[in-house]
């Protein structure tokens, strides 16, 4: 779920057990520091990467229960303090997705982060296993499957879910004939575990970090795992932690997230300083607009000229879930539709066709893997059928897609552990920071992981719209208080409230 993210918005997207549920031997196998390979530290090579940025790759077990087999390679990276004499330990950035790339996300805003906590850390990362630069993960899923409209499965215009429930078989069963022991592998509790070897590789008894999206849940996991292995911990934009559901409950909250976070972008296309390319003269005209439109691209889809694809009511649904991400994205959905409103509808749209092109394998298996071996999901198609149709009467924006049906439904494989519980057992050492209308882990679902940790955690609030929060909304007053966290441990005494 990392807000600047491509693979973030297939989930954020897009997260009964106790704590101590997993099997004793893969506990055991990651209890103790034992010594893993050291790491072969080199100059960076990847485009856009931070100057005097390092990248390795950490061997790590395959499956945790077997810590002398068969290894994968974890890609990782580590951009060094500035002040050595002003260093306290390592601060690992934790990308969202699930499949956000953390090398990528140190190469876009590690400097950002060392000038903000006054070179107090080395700031790292790492590439989960499937993404990026570590062992790879594929599916082998046809391209008419991995486009992001196939993935996600929007409902047909009549809310039917029958084309995208064969979809999301075909994806299931690529999976199974393709995926192999990787794919298997791809778990939140493995991520957590290849976070610790991490930390034993870098010399660290404890780790700082800043988990975004999901990369807050996998913090949380990794927290609840590894209690006292966490120094100064951030959950940036969490979701409901409710491990009976996990990431299906992270989908469907999204259904409310649009409806929390169009209001924004109304206010924003109806001002006056849009000149013209107002879409409205009243903000409240927005909504019904955007409505009226995409009901009629579910009746008549428009075509676009440069590649004769059509816009249908979905793409258009598509896009606009995806630009309440962050205002920057705004003017992505006042384009179109100012495109399909300025035109006949028998004309072709001069406007660019969006989402081209399809995901990539990688992307696809990690999501696939993640969401689906880190929980049980239903198997019954007539129950989506029902979710689909409640959702949709509930919050058209969405049109039931948060509801709707997902590879999971015929995963052919049981999920190895249980889910992990989040509790309020550990260190009083996590900030959680929250936008109030986030689109992708609304406030509500942060209000349940803020409940989990009880006395563990404060939660710092920002008034505001978009997904990601630290140095991304530009509000000064929460990017005060986690900087100030992560610099000097000092916390809010009690939970509060950021303003615009």
Not at 210 to 237: H, I, N
Not at 308 to 321: E, F
Not at 389 to 401: C, E, F, I, S, V
Request: glycine share 10%.
């Amino acid at each position: 779920m990392r807000s600047r993210s491509r693979t973030a918005v297939i989930v954020s997207l897009s997260a009964a057990a106790c704590a101590g549920a997993l099997s004793v031997p893969v506990q055991a196998a990651v209890a103790a520091d034992s010594p893993v390979s050291s790491l072969a530290w080199h100059p960076c090579a990847a485009e856009g990467s931070a100057p005097g940025a390092e990248c390795a790759t950490l061997p790590v077990p395959l499956d945790y229960r077997k810590p002398s087999g068969r290894t994968v390679g974890i890609a990782v990276s580590r951009l060094r303090s500035d002040r050595p004499q002003a260093r306290r330990g390592a601060l690992l950035l934790i990308a969202g997705g699930p499949g956000g790339s953390g090398v990528e996300e140190l190469a876009r805003r590690g400097n950002d982060v060392r000038k903000a906590t006054k070179g107090a850390y080395d700031i790292v990362s790492l590439d989960p296993r499937g993404v990026g630069g570590s062992t790879a993960a594929d599916c082998g899923v046809a391209e008419d499957d991995r486009r992001i409209l196939s993935l996600r499965a929007w409902p047909g215009p009549d809310g039917g879910i029958s084309d995208g429930a064969a979809r999301a078989r075909r994806i299931a069963e690529a999976c199974a004939r393709n995926g192999g022991d990787v794919l298997r592998s791809l778990t939140t509790r493995n991520q957590a575990r290849d976070m610790d070897r991490f930390r034993v590789a870098l010399g660290e008894k404890k780790l700082s970090a800043v988990g975004t999206s999901y990369g807050a849940y996998a913090g949380a996991v990794y927290a609840q795992m590894f209690p006292e292995r966490t120094d100064r911990w951030v959950l940036d934009s969490s979701g409901d932690p409710d491990p009976s559901r996990v990431v299906r409950g992270w989908l469907a909250n999204m259904a409310q997230g649009a409806d929390d976070a169009f209001p924004d972008f109304a206010r924003w296309a109806a001002d006056p300083a849009r000149g013209k390319d107002r879409l409205a003269g009243r903000a409240e005209d927005v909504r019904p607009m955007f409505l009226a439109m995409a009901a009629e691209l579910d009746r008549k889809p428009r075509t676009f000229k440069d590649t004769g694809h059509p816009l249908t009511g979905n793409l258009l649904r598509q896009v606009m879930q995806m630009s309440l991400y962050g205002s920057e994205r705004y003017p992505d959905l006042a384009t179109l539709m100012q495109a399909v409103r300025n035109s006949s509808s028998n004309d072709p749209l001069t406007v660019a066709e969006p989402l081209t092109e399809p995901l990539s394998q990688r992307d696809v298996a990690v999501f696939a893997g993640i969401v689906c071996n880190d929980v049980a999901w239903p198997r019954d198609v007539a129950s989506y059928e029902r979710a689909v149709a409640a959702d949709r009467a509930r919050h058209p924006l969405t049109a039931g897609m948060p509801a709707t049906i997902t590879p999971c439904a015929f995963w052919k494989d049981a999920p190895e552990e249980k889910p992990t519980r989040i509790t309020d057992r550990g260190p009083s050492n996590i900030l959680m920071v929250q936008n109030l209308r986030d689109p992708a882990t609304p406030h509500f679902g942060a209000l349940k992981m803020r409940e989990a940790l009880g006395d563990r955690a404060r939660l710092v609030t920002v008034d505001a719209g978009g997904h990601g929060v630290w140095l991304d909304t530009g509000n000064a007053c929460s990017d005060r208080a986690v900087s100030e966290f992560l610099v000097s441990g000092e916390r809010p005494a009690a939970d509060t409230v950021c303003r615009g």
